[in-house]
């Protein structure tokens, strides 16, 4: 006999996720289970599922808990694979968890949540939420990406900001524009547990009224191309940020598919922080049966 379980449908500029409430952490998914609600054919669709559950039920949100985080973000790729980190999952997340009544969060106020990558804070804004993604990291070592629609392999970048990144810059539109997603770009060398990978270009002039302009595509880990990736747009901002030196904004307007989100680097005694704000929307909920 199949289990029946609720679940909401949201969505962070086209990056959507399909939310399961577990608050005592009794449910169990499969990465085939996962992979079955996340079918967009078959399935409700979605780049990836958020569980939400309360961090002192999960083994690995004894942390969060000790931290004061009363939830954690169980997030998982819509292969069944598990991620550390979503910057627009956790914007939605916390979306489902206010609007349902699982949390507060009145303006002026934070509400912690748990992730494989950390606490993270987000306090809300004028269009949807903030989140905290913590220190960021530039890596040192050089990669190559190869991918369907560009003539030679280009540098990338690589970014951590609790999940890896590797940026790439490209000269125009029409490039960006040409790239055929639907293959899995090739990084040289493969980065220990993969990364996303971003493809950006410049705005011209690049800072319009003191905030930096960029245009993304992305290919996330176990989803493929996505409308959007918040952790993706943090880390083309910070790559691109890197890349103009001494005098580069600390504010970033990044323009993907899906929508707009912003990104900015805040200076904290611990390191440079990056913050992630956009909106968050939840779609529709309903029951389904497991697979």
């Not at 956009?278 to 049966?289: C, D, M, N, Q, W």
Request: glycine share 14%; proline share 4%.
């Amino acid at each position: 006999m199949s289990q029946t379980i609720a679940f909401t449908k949201g969505h962070g500029t086209g990056n959507d996720f399909v939310i399961v409430s577990d608050p005592d952490g009794a449910l169990q998914l499969s990465d085939d289970q996962v992979a079955a609600l996340c079918d967009r054919r078959f399935g409700i669709g979605g780049d990836g599922i958020l569980r939400v559950v309360r961090a002192s039920a999960l083994d690995e949100g004894a942390g969060a808990a000790a931290a004061g985080a009363e939830w954690f973000m169980d997030y998982r790729n819509a292969d069944g694979s598990i991620a550390e980190m979503c910057g627009n999952g956790v914007r939605v997340f916390v979306r489902f968890l206010v609007d349902s009544g699982l949390a507060d969060l009145p303006a002026g106020t934070y509400l912690d949540v748990g992730t494989r990558a950390g606490v993270k804070r987000v306090t809300r804004t004028d269009d949807g939420f903030e989140v905290d993604l913590g220190v960021w990291r530039a890596e040192r070592d050089d990669v190559l990406v190869r991918a369907r629609g560009l003539s030679v392999a280009r540098p990338g970048q690589g970014i951590d900001v609790g999940n890896p990144h590797v940026v790439v810059a490209l000269p125009s539109r029409e490039e960006l524009d040409a790239l055929d997603l639907t293959v899995h770009p090739v990084l040289d060398p493969e980065p220990r547990g993969g990364a996303n990978i971003e493809f950006v270009v410049p705005a011209n002039p690049l800072v319009q009224g003191g905030v930096g302009v960029i245009t993304m595509r992305v290919f996330e880990r176990g989803v493929g191309e996505t409308l959007s990736c918040g952790t993706g747009v943090a880390a083309a901002a910070l790559a691109v940020r890197l890349w103009a030196g001494a005098g580069a904004p600390d504010r970033w307007r990044v323009e993907v598919p899906g929508g707009v989100l912003g990104a900015r680097v805040r200076a904290e005694a611990d390191g440079e922080h990056v913050l992630l704000s956009g909106p968050a929307t939840l779609v529709f909920s309903g029951e389904v049966a497991l697979a």
